[in-house]
């Protein structure tokens, strides 16, 4: 397994704690390490909103809120009844679209082994788990074998609509690999009527002043390893989504979305990608 994929998981149990504390996810989904990461940078996150700096909770809350929406309304439109959550950590996603899409929807996690037995576990343990809502072991990385997303999506309906998202996983990996992934969920959605693609995405054009390269490079530190940002803005990503063989990309800025809300400093860092496959 590359390091970069054992490396990025502490993160996962930082944004676990901060959606709980902002109201957004289930205790279930709580986790010590998280609790007390969060516990211990709230000082310096608090005083960074009080300067207008850009914190964590910004742009980890812009990002959920946007990709929420997003796909509350391919869902309503009837666009998808199918999800994959790619590398989906602590998430709460799964858990707060099937209680309330119910059977209409079904729902898959996905993530390395060690997260998705932990998930399972937990989401079992509290009760959480309904009918069409699953947990599995997947390495985004496969091109195939038991662990791909081919080899996942083939339990799935072919006949539904289907969304792929990722979530705070783009940006830890480098442009190759991040290239192979978008060919890989291009390919896969293609075997359905409707595909999208959803995920959040740092752009260099957004992180250019010295306090978003600080706020970069502490954040790298913390999963030590580089953050890359592949793409200088969105024209360049919407012609890598394309080449991968998306028919459709656009990227938005969370700021500008009407089921965001209101955002903390920190948002202006993160854009959202949309992407499809199919009319
Ligand atoms: C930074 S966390 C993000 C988790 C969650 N989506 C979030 O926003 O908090 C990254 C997640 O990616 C998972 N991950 C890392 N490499 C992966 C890979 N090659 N395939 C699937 N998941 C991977 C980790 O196990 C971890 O749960």
Redesign the pocket.
Known sequence: ??R??EA??P??HY??YAWFHHGMSHEALVTPQGRLLFNALRPLSKLAQVRGRPTAEGFLLARHRAMDGLLEQAISEGRVTQVIE??????PRGWDFKRRHGSRLRYVE???PH?AERKLQRLERAGLLLPGHRVQA????ADSGPMSLSALADRLDPAQGTAIIT???LN?FDRESVRGMWRRFAAVLSRFPQGLYLSDLHLARENRTESQRAFARMLSAFVRGRLHLHFSDSEEAIAELRAAGFDTAGIHDPRQLPQVGRTQPGAELVRVVEARTGP
């Open positions: 397994m590359a970069s994929s990025i998981s993160t996962a944004t676990g790619v590398a989906a950590g602590f998430s996905a993530d390395l997260m997947l390495d985004a990385l979530e705070g996983l830890y």
